[in-house]
Structures are given as structure tokens and as C-alpha cells.
């Protein structure tokens, strides 16, 4: 068994920066990588940033690339995501998805909200 939390959504002033956590328990020693979605309300589901775990090599959508940084910390099995230079636009919920025993997005996460007030 499987299972995402995220946390450290919330508020911010537009410009101002968070920090979102993403904690995987249970059986993850297959993982391929770890991604970040978000949707925003009446918007589909997009993709935002992904990070493996063997490389570490990083992706990003073009809409947050230079403002969003994805890490990873393989002894906590944390997956981060800095987000700078926030805009109204990033205003959404956002998910953390694992890779774990296939190249798919099997795994995800409740979501926490993410909001930036203009």
C-alpha cells in the first residue's frame, strides 16, 4: 500500500513564495518519480513538475520553469516543490502523483490549495 500527503498550501500575496511537502509511506522502494499537478476550478488537470528518483532529473511546464524549483530528499522519501515569484494565475489545488512499479501516474495525493491573492 501506497500512500501521498502533501501539505504546505495556503495564502500568499502575489511575488511571495511557497514551499509545498509531498510524504510517500508504504511500499515505495520501486518508484521511477515523483510529479506535481495542479488544477485550477472549471481548468483541467495539468502537469507542472516531475523529478526521478534514481537521476534526479527534473521537468518542467513552461509556465512555471525559472520560478518553480522540484527536489527530493530520498531518505525522508519527500518530494518538494518551491514555488517563487507566485502569480494569481498558479492559483490552484495541487496534486503530488508517484511513479511506483510502472512509468504511470498510479499514485496521488489529496491535494493541498494554493492560493495568491492579486
Known amino acids: 500500500q501506497v500512500q501521498l500527503v502533501e501539505s504546505g498550501g495556503g495564502l500568499v500575496q502575489t511575488g511571495g513564495s511557497l514551499r509545498l511537502s509531498c510524504a510517500a509511506s508504504g511500499r515505495t522502494f520501486s518508484s521511477y518519480a515523483m510529479g506535481w499537478f495542479r488544477q485550477a476550478p472549471g481548468k483541467e488537470r495539468e502537469f507542472v513538475a516531475a ?4 537521476g534526479g532529473g527534473t ?3 513552461d509556465s512555471v520553469k525559472g520560478r518553480f524549483t522540484i527536489s ?3 531518505a525522508k ?3 518538494y516543490l518551491q514555488m517563487n515569484s507566485l502569480k ?3 492559483t490552484a489545488v495541487y496534486y503530488c ?5 510502472t512509468p504511470r501516474y498510479d499514485y ?3 491535494g493541498t ?3 495568491v491573492s492579486s
Open 51 to 54: 523529478i526521478t528518483w534514481s
Open 88 to 90: 494569481p494565475e498558479d
Open 77 to 79: 522519501n519527500t518530494v
Open 108 to 110: 496521488w495525493g489529496q
Open 113 to 115: 490549495q494554493v492560493t
Open 97 to 101: 502523483a508517484a511513479q511506483i512499479g
Open 59 to 61: 521537468y518542467y511546464a
Open 72 to 74: 527530493r530528499d530520498n
